[in-house]
């Protein structure tokens, strides 16, 4: 925390805007550039996110609380920062793209030395494997120290797919695998380790020459514990006496990096969420609500099980019985089919206000309801009693969690309109 504290004090001045106004294209480029290393927990990403945004609060005019713009916490991660090599055949494959690693996979080091290992492949069916379940499979194939099971999870059912995988998650517990899929990598991160590896591969690389296929994979896990991350906070007082506060909030982190050449941007989740939370501070900060003062909040730790928000509605830095309403942000730079609210069907009256105001505005072509779901940083708050509104985009752009949700693929076709439709819909509390 203090060497935090320090870095954001010396780089205060070296922000990257000159002047107080905010462009929320600019800003969400530069927190899916490769210096932020997928704001994720290697090469001190999610620090690096931490303090850029504080030096924006900083920079628009927005106080801190009195104990600081950050809030330190500590957790545990798998991470995969430096080598994460695998040749399949002798071809050299690309990670993200033609494999990924399980998050909870081990790596290929031991203590004394970090080294490749070569593996023979043994293809199986998932219909075979799931028949096999029962078996002792490693005697039943006759698998050797030097062999590695890749089982075929790309033809099934969804159901069939969803069983398979489980089984496969429980065989890595105690054995190398590969699973060969068909459907798009989806990557993520966990608190969890493995002692052997575990592989996604694109099920088209085992489609010829199966028969004497070598797979060599050179990989290095650091299992962080703890690692410590920072939620960041921000403050504007209400115009008069306030009797409340409004809750701004979305999460920064991202997944980070799959070893040294291949890092996940996260501009959809959630550098654009970042965006607007910060694009309504300004106009908040411009002319603050009557009766209630707004925070900020920037979550950390949200892609590993929502562990900042949860951090913060447990230890909370300000009185939680006064918060009015809470506004979360996700996956906020597309909009052309327009948003969904969770927790919509739950509070009707908020929700009927906010379709209201975006029929008069027309910002979005629709906003749908969803029920209650633990699937964002409102969800303690909600536990708590606290109103609360998570709210994300829905358009052409279907990247997530994967290496292809970068800045380019933006389109923000929403959202100027979007920051009008929330700011004058949290006036009308």
Known sequence: MKHLSFVF????????YSQADFDYKQFTEKMCSPEFQGRGYVNSGDSIAAVFIAQQLNRLGLDSLSTGYFQPFDFKVNTFPDTCSVFLGGNKLIPGKDFIV????????????????????????GKNFIEMKGLNILEKLHLQTEDIL?????????????????????YARKNHVIEAVSNKFTWSVTSLKNEHLYLQMKAPLFQNNIKGLKVEIHLHNVYLAPHTANNVLGFIPSRKKAKGTILLTAHYDHLGRLGSETYFPGGNDNASGVAMMLQLGVLIKQTPLKKYNTILVAFAGEEIGLLGS????????????????????????????????????????????LQKLNKKLK????????????????????????????VYTMGRNKNYHDIYDTYDALSFQSFEKLSLLFNKFLRKL
């Open 9 to 16: 004090c010396i780089s205060i001045s070296l922000s990257l």
């Open 310 to 353: 949860k951090y913060l509605s447990e230890n909370p830095l300000f009185d939680l019985d006064k918060v009015r309403f809470l506004l979360n942000l996700d996956i906020m730079g597309s909009g052309e089919e327009g948003i969904t609210a969770v927790n919509g069907s739950v509070f009707k009256k908020e929700f009927r206000k």
């Open 102 to 125: 399980a998050p909870i996979s081990g790596g290929s080091c031991d203590p004394s030395h970090c080294a490749p290992k070569l593996f023979n492949v043994h293809f199986i069916s």
């Open 363 to 390: 910002a979005v072509p629709v906003v749908k309801a969803r029920g209650k779901a633990a699937n964002s940083d409102h969800y303690f708050f909600t536990e708590k009693g606290i109103t609360s509104f998570f």
């Open 150 to 170: 890749v089982i075929d999870n790309s033809v099934y059912s969804s159901d069939s797919t969803r069983e398979i995988s489980y089984l496969i998650r429980e």
